[in-house]
């Protein structure tokens, strides 16, 4: 099951999530009045959109501080991004 999807319908069931973080989209389409919202989940997923490239792969990554979560990618051309 997907983190995110990219587009809600606007009418979610109820309960539905994966792990912490509700299951809904970047942007919900209000199906009768067609008003489109962005989510605060946009956010993230642009702050990951300017670094990483499609077809870039994860490694493993540790942070010397508890509290700060991070991963790590390489991208086709090399370049290896920490977010």
């Known amino acids: 099951m997907p983190l995110y999807h ?3 319908s606007g009418s979610r069931p109820a ?7 509700p299951c809904g989209g ?3 389409i209000n199906s009768q009045s067609k008003e489109i919202n962005p989510e605060w ?3 993230g997923f642009a702050h990951y ?3 990483i490239r499609r077809g870039a792969r994860r490694f493993s990554s540790v942070s ?3 509290d700060l ?3 790590a ?6 370049q290896q991004v920490l977010v």
Not at 15 to 21: E, F, I, S
């Open 49 to 51: 959109a300017r670094v």
């Open 69 to 71: 979560q991070q991963v």
């Open 64 to 66: 010397s501080a508890a």
């Open 73 to 78: 990618f390489e991208n086709p051309d090399g």
């Open 15 to 21: 309960g539905r999530q994966t792990r912490a973080v």
């Open 41 to 43: 989940t946009i956010l």
């Open 6 to 8: 990219i587009l809600e």
């Open 26 to 28: 970047v942007v919900t």
